[in-house]
T-cell receptor, first 114, second 116 residues
Framework: DGGITQSPKYLFRKEGQNVTLSCEQN?????MYWYRQDPGQGLRLIYY???????QKGDIAEGYSVSREKKESFPLTVTSAQKNPTAFYLC?????????????FGEGSRLTVL | AQKITQTQPGMFVQEKEAVTLDCTYD???????LFWYKQPSSGEMIFLIY??????QNATEGRYSLNFQKARKSANLVISASQLGDSAMYFC?????????????FGKGTKLTVNP
């Protein structure tokens, strides 16, 4: 089945540690996105990538880094510079060839900093 | 300034009744797209319905319809015959294009509770 796989689903880290969230898609989509969701809040865009080896900062990129070495993969690193990293992280992808261009989402990764 | 505004943090509806979730947007682009997503307590985001800015008719998908009023910049979601499984967060989003890149901007959401 085609879809987006995020791992891990739950992650705990100590303050000062970097952590990498995985996002893999087998939908052959060109664009991939990372969003952050805090309780009672909407989704805020961290980074997005329209094509391999290229990505752009979203609205809240500080303290995060990404890479896009393969079309299928868009990992997100939450660095120790991120002041408040505890949140729910959603990865998504979309195709330019689709009529609507809707985003397809993974199931999310919940990061808790202890 | 917020580009997507959802003014109802929470809504309640009786099972089998219809409910309207409000969404207003702000853009100066002539071409844009509007989306509604559902997020159950499990966390995944489920695409419900799409409306393009040039579409003449309101979008419908089963029990979901989008009441698109372009002049008012509103894109309200109407859910008919509510079911208990409709209880979830609902997010309105707009596709924004900048510098050749496209992205979706989301509102803060409305929590819908369907009562038996």
């Amino acid at each position: 089945d085609g879809g987006i796989t995020q791992s891990p689903k739950y992650l705990f880290r100590k303050e000062g540690q970097n952590v990498t969230l995985s996002c893999e898609q087998n939908l052959n989509h060109d664009a991939m996105y990372w969003y952050r969701q805090d309780p009672g809040q909407g989704l805020r865009l961290i980074y997005y990538s329209q094509i391999v080896n290229d990505f752009q900062k979203g609205d809240i990129a500080e303290g995060y880094s990404v890479s896009r070495e393969k079309k299928e993969s868009f990992p997100l690193t939450v660095t120790s510079a991120q002041k408040n990293p505890t949140a729910f992280y959603l990865c998504a992808s979309s195709s330019y060839r689709a009529d609507t261009g809707e985003l397809f989402f993974g199931e999310g990764s919940r990061l808790t900093v202890l | 300034a917020q580009k997507i505004t959802q003014t109802q943090p929470g809504m309640f509806v009786q099972e089998k009744e219809a409910v309207t979730l409000d969404c207003t947007y702000d853009t100066s682009d002539p071409s844009y797209g509007l989306f509604w997503y559902k997020q159950p307590s499990s966390g995944e985001m489920i695409f419900l319905i799409y409306q393009g800015s040039y579409d003449q008719q309101n979008a419908t998908e089963g029990r979901y319809s989008l009441n698109f009023q372009k002049a008012r910049k509103s894109a309200n979601l109407v859910i008919s015959a509510s079911q208990l499984g409709d209880s979830a967060m609902y997010f309105c989003a707009m596709r924004e294009e900048k510098g050749g890149s496209e992205k979706l901007v989301f509102g803060k959401g409305t929590k819908l509770t369907v009562n038996p």
